[in-house]
């Protein structure tokens, strides 16, 4: 029987089959001794042992499209990035650094900037097209007075179109409101996490884990922790600036080829910058990464 892997925890595996039902599975020996670890998202067959208790096998782990590393899963569309637009406020370098995360893995990513409820339309919409601009979907959000305005012509049923069908990691710091989401985009999804925990005695749900959510129709969400930090590692400070797509179309008037766009004289995207054609939040980041990471090169 072929399911999808949408929790791990302590050697047991959650697998959810096409009719709903859920298994609580363990991974055959020949998995370790091959040095594969299933990971969640991995499509798998399974042995039933039990049909009453909903118990099985994983008997084998089907190849996949892709697999990431951070967060740990496979099989993967695209993601959602979630940060709020107030309470707490934007960490815009934070937000940067997964940006350039799920770049360099070839992930889609979408950014939604939720509680659009709590600051003006203006303040919403100057941040929509800073990062339009570098290249992404942005989708503004408020899962509060839902009937009564329309938060940029109702962000959430936006949100709800662009993950049908799909696999979609959503990620981003604590408090930003990503559970509301989550639970107005699928109300079952309580039910599901709950069904879970009962089988490993666990009490109220918390992402202590990346998990999938399904919501039907082949679509299915990964919630993951809340995060407060990223590191961009592995990556020479000079090729940081392939990461922000905005730069692009003006390092044709750079001075020298390979300019960093830092101190160098006669450059394209300096003079962008100055002409308020680049966001100076956005080259503030990059300046911010650019001396982390040649920082860290140095040791």
């Known amino acids: 029987m072929q399911g999808k892997i949408i929790k791990g925890v302590g050697g047991f595996y959650y697998i959810h089959l096409p009719d709903n039902r859920i298994f609580e599975c363990k991974a055959k020996g020949v998995f370790r001794n091959q040095n594969i ?8 067959l399974m042995d039933i042992i039990d049909e009453q208790a909903l118990t099985g096998n994983i008997s084998d782990i089907l190849p996949r499209e ?3 590393i951070r967060p740990m899963v496979s099989n993967v569309d ?3 990035i979630i940060f709020a637009l107030s309470d707490p406020k934007p960490n815009f370098n934070l937000l940067d650094r997964f940006l350039i995360m799920m770049d360099r893995q070839d992930v ?3 950014i939604c900037f939720n509680k659009a409820d709590l600051v003006s339309d203006e303040e919403a919409d100057k941040l929509k097209s800073i990062y339009e601009a570098c290249g992404y979907d942005v989708i503004i959000t408020s899962t509060y007075y839902r009937d009564e305005i329309s938060v940029q012509e109702d962000g959430v049923e936006k949100l709800k179109g662009l993950i049908k069908g799909k696999t979609t990691v959503f990620a ?4 930003v409101g990503k559970s509301s989401l989550l639970n107005v985009i699928n109300p079952n999804a309580k039910a599901q996490t709950g069904s879970i925990s009962e089988k490993i005695k666990r009490g109220k749900h918390t992402t202590r884990h990346s998990e999938l959510i399904w919501v039907g129709d ?7 922790p809340g995060f407060s930090s990223l590191f961009v590692e592995d990556m020479e400070c000079e090729d940081l600036k392939e990461f922000y797509g905005e730069f692009l179309k003006y390092q044709s008037d750079c001075k020298f080829i390979g ?23 956005r080259y503030d980041n990059y300046r911010q990464l650019y001396e982390e990471l040649k920082t860290k090169k140095k040791w």
Not at 218 to 224: A, F, S
Not at 261 to 281: F, M, N, W
Request: proline letters at 6%; hydrophobic letters at 30%.
């Open 66 to 68: 892709n697999s990431l």
């Open 172 to 175: 981003g710091p604590s408090g």
């Open 37 to 44: 670890k299933p990971t969640v998202g991995d499509n798998v």
């Open 218 to 224: 082949d679509t299915y969400i990964m919630d993951t």
């Open 259 to 281: 300019c960093v766009h830092i101190k160098e004289p006669v450059c394209g995207v300096k003079k962008a910058l100055s002409e308020g054609k680049i966001s100076q939040l």
């Open 108 to 110: 889609k990513t979408i």
């Open 78 to 80: 695209q993601a959602v």
